[in-house]
């Protein structure tokens, strides 16, 4: 399987790379920083280098050609500026799923965040704005024909994975999780087709992450 990750260095995507390439996938990873791709080419992934707050749905959509799945896991990160929550958090990832439908790429993963929709309208809270990024993007994924998958996840942290999870429509009171959780979710998702057109907040659990995911449709 050919799966095109942008934001291809983030923490969890440079795990789900090793994951993919692990099982036998050919992971390409779509970064910004050429001083990056070392990084990448330790996971085994390929890199290319393209700057999504500048590129065009046909740029993109050269890269996506022969995909299989595109896994949306670029972010502005902390931080960052108000403008670039959107550049970023929003009109990437509504780029990637523009040229995703220009490209035929039939899954689209994205990696969003808890509590998106609740954001304040009414705030310039840096945080506030970024889950209306957040939120503007997931509503624009949602509308699309493709089989499209939107995680939310809970307050990200380095620790070791633990392959258990909590996974629904919402999950009441929020919650941690590992990176590395993140990843094998996204790897299971992109192996089993599960949660298909389906949106869901994972934290971390006592549920299986293939079990807790197949119980999502």
């Known amino acids: 399987m050919r799966v095109v990750i942008a934001g291809g260095h983030g923490k969890i995507a440079l795990i789900l790379e090793r994951l993919l390439v692990e099982a036998g996938h050919e992971p390409i990873a779509i970064i910004r920083n ?79 965040a808890i509590d998106t929709d609740r954001f304040d309208p009414d705030s310039q809270d840096i945080f506030q704005l970024y889950l209306r990024a957040k939120s503007e993007a997931d509503a624009s994924v949602r509308s699309r024909d493709l089989d499209w998958t939107i995680v939310r996840p809970g307050s990200l942290v380095n620790d070791a994975g633990t392959g258990r999870i909590r996974a629904a429509d919402v999950v009441p009171g929020g919650g941690r999780i590992p990176r590395a959780d993140v990843a094998a979710i996204i790897a299971s998702l992109l192996e089993t087709g599960a949660a298909s057109r389906t949106q869901f907040e994972v934290v971390s659990g006592d549920d299986p992450i293939d079990g807790a995911l197949a119980a999502l449709g």
């Open 34 to 112: 050429p001083e990056h791709r070392a990084d990448v080419d330790a996971t085994g992934a390929s890199a290319v280098v393209l700057d999504l707050e500048d590129a065009s749905v046909s740029e993109v959509g050269q890269v996506l050609k022969d995909a299989d799945a595109a896994v949306f896991a670029a972010g502005a990160g902390p931080g960052s500026t108000a403008e670039r929550k959107f550049t970023v958090d929003r009109d990437a990832a509504i780029l990637l799923a523009d040229a995703a439908e220009a490209a035929g790429v039939p899954r689209l993963i994205v990696i969003s």
